[in-house]
């Protein structure tokens, strides 16, 4: 077998990581529309069992129902999911030394899991790239220590929008009055800038180790078209396009979990930028997680002022990404660019 052909077979798979409410749904929607791929919502979650037994899948059945889930596990030892769940300790040693911890049979478990799972589910489709939204740097880690191809997309969004989504009321709709989780919980300004900070330094950590790119939420809604076939074609996915109104017609979804807006959106989307935080988060609020989250937002070129972002100029002029870190699992950074795309941005169809 030649080795183009070995990486044509290799199950990839796109793992958004990042904080919660930052677009990953949407991202996650949009990949989704690429013949060859499968989204399969937050597979992080598969180890919790309330969420198992109680949930409903993206495609409305309720999860323990639904076929496409019953013939993915139906030849694993999924019965001991819970049990399997590697400890918090292992990930974090993981994370921070450059080896596996061999000598961790539930992690060794844990891992071997994961990799079955995805093999199950390539078996069933077919799709060659899987699309995997669970956006715990923990858990990509684990996944990267698995067989399969993994790119790392590292969504970011201000912190401040971030905050101010978790102060909002949002029902979990798609769950029943009688819910274990009616609404989603929420959350003071502070803490959501903590652990904004908090999930974003893991993923630069993650980014050190594995195939990475970045992506600015604020940069998906502008151009979405544009910044999903840069991943698209980084996998070697064809590209997809919105219909003539703007559009996009999003596959039925076999997806765990998730944010409770892909109910609600179903299977056509007109992406709309959500920057309600820039007028309606409190003062006292914007500032602590400004404070808070500085040289981050920095980092990723947020403006620390409110005012700028009201004054943004388009992003062909001002944004910018940080992409394409060529890295093996476990090697060293080999290159590292920050690139510019003024000129592509200004012709986001690419035409
Ligand atoms: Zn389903």
């Not at 079955?116 to 390539?122: D, E, L, N, V």
């Not at 109104?245 to 807006?261: C, K, L």
């Not at 500032?287 to 500085?294: D, F, K, N, Q, R």
């Given at each position: 077998?030649?080795s183009?052909?070995?990486?044509?077979?290799?199950?990839?798979?796109?793992?958004?990581?990042?904080?919660?409410?930052?677009?990953?749904?949407?991202l996650e929607?949009?990949?989704?529309?690429?013949p060859g791929?499968?989204?399969?919502g937050?597979?992080?979650?598969?180890?919790?069992?309330?969420?198992r037994?109680?949930?409903?899948?993206?495609?409305?059945?309720?999860?323990?129902?639904c076929?496409?889930?019953?013939?993915?596990?139906?030849?694993?030892?999924s019965?001991?999911?819970?049990k399997?769940?590697?400890?918090?300790?292992?990930?974090?040693?993981?994370l921070?030394?450059?080896?596996?911890?061999?000598?961790?049979?539930?992690?060794?478990?844990?891992?071997?899991?994961?990799?079955?799972?995805?093999?199950?589910?390539?078996?069933?489709?077919?799709?060659?790239?899987?699309?995997?939204?669970?956006?715990?740097?923990?858990?990509?880690?684990?996944?990267?220590?698995?067989?399969?191809s993994?790119?790392?997309?590292?969504?970011v969004?201000?912190?401040?929008?971030?905050?101010?989504?978790?102060?909002?009321?949002?029902?979990?709709?798609?769950l029943?009055?009688?819910?274990?989780?009616?609404?989603?919980?929420?959350?003071?300004?502070?803490?959501?800038?903590?652990?904004?900070?908090w999930?974003?330094?893991?993923?630069?950590?993650?980014?050190?180790?594995?195939?990475?790119?970045?992506l600015?939420?604020?940069?998906?809604?502008?151009?979405?078209t544009?910044?999903?076939?840069?991943?698209l074609n980084?996998?070697?996915?064809p590209?997809?396009?919105?219909?003539?109104?703007?559009?996009?017609?999003?596959?039925?979804?076999?997806?765990?979990?998730g944010?409770?807006?892909?109910?609600?959106?179903?299977?056509?989307?007109k992406?709309?930028?959500d920057?309600?935080?820039?007028s309606?988060?409190?003062?006292?609020?914007?500032?602590?997680s400004?404070?808070?989250?500085?040289?981050?937002?920095?980092?990723?070129?947020?403006p620390?002022?409110?005012?700028?972002?009201?004054?943004?100029?388009?992003?062909?002029?001002?944004?910018?990404?940080?992409?394409?870190?060529?890295?093996?699992?476990?090697?060293?950074?080999?290159?590292?660019?920050?690139?510019?795309?003024?000129?592509?941005?200004?012709?986001?169809?690419?035409?």
């Amino acid at each position: 077998m030649t080795s183009r052909s070995k990486e044509d077979r290799q199950i990839k798979v796109v793992f958004i990581v990042g904080y919660t409410r930052s677009g990953s749904t949407l991202l996650e929607q949009l990949l989704s529309m690429a013949p060859g791929s499968v989204a399969v919502g937050e597979m992080a979650y598969l180890w919790e069992q309330r969420v198992r037994n109680n949930s409903y899948c993206g495609c409305g059945s309720k999860w323990t129902n639904c076929s496409f889930w019953k013939n993915i596990l139906g030849d694993l030892p999924s019965s001991d999911f819970s049990k399997a769940r590697s400890p918090f300790g292992a990930f974090f040693r993981d994370l921070v030394s450059k080896g596996r911890p061999s000598d961790d049979q539930d992690y060794e478990r844990f891992v071997n899991q994961i990799e079955s799972i995805y093999q199950a589910i390539h078996d069933q489709t077919g799709c060659s790239v899987i699309i995997d939204s669970s956006k715990r740097p923990f858990f990509g880690l684990a996944v990267s220590r698995t067989k399969v191809s993994v790119t790392f997309v590292h969504l970011v969004r201000d912190s401040r929008g971030c905050a101010f989504s978790w102060k909002k009321a949002k029902a979990r709709v798609e769950l029943g009055k009688d819910a274990f989780m009616p609404f989603m919980p929420q959350f003071p300004a502070h803490r959501s800038a903590l652990a904004w900070v908090w999930n974003n330094l893991q993923a630069e950590i993650l980014s050190r180790r594995c195939q990475n790119i970045v992506l600015r939420y604020e940069d998906l809604v502008e151009n979405p078209t544009f910044e999903v076939n840069k991943i698209l074609n980084q996998v070697g996915l064809p590209s997809i396009s919105p219909d003539q109104n703007g559009t996009f017609h999003i596959p039925t979804s076999h997806g765990i979990w998730g944010n409770p807006d892909r109910w609600s959106s179903r299977n056509a989307i007109k992406v709309t930028k959500d920057e309600r935080w820039i007028s309606e988060l409190s003062k006292p609020d914007f500032i602590v997680s400004t404070l808070i989250s500085a040289p981050l937002l920095k980092w990723y070129g947020y403006p620390l002022s409110r005012n700028k972002h009201v004054c943004r100029p388009s992003a062909s002029s001002e944004l910018q990404s940080r992409n394409h870190r060529e890295l093996r699992h476990g090697a060293p950074v080999r290159s590292r660019q920050i690139l510019r795309d003024e000129t592509q941005r200004s012709n986001p169809n690419g035409r």
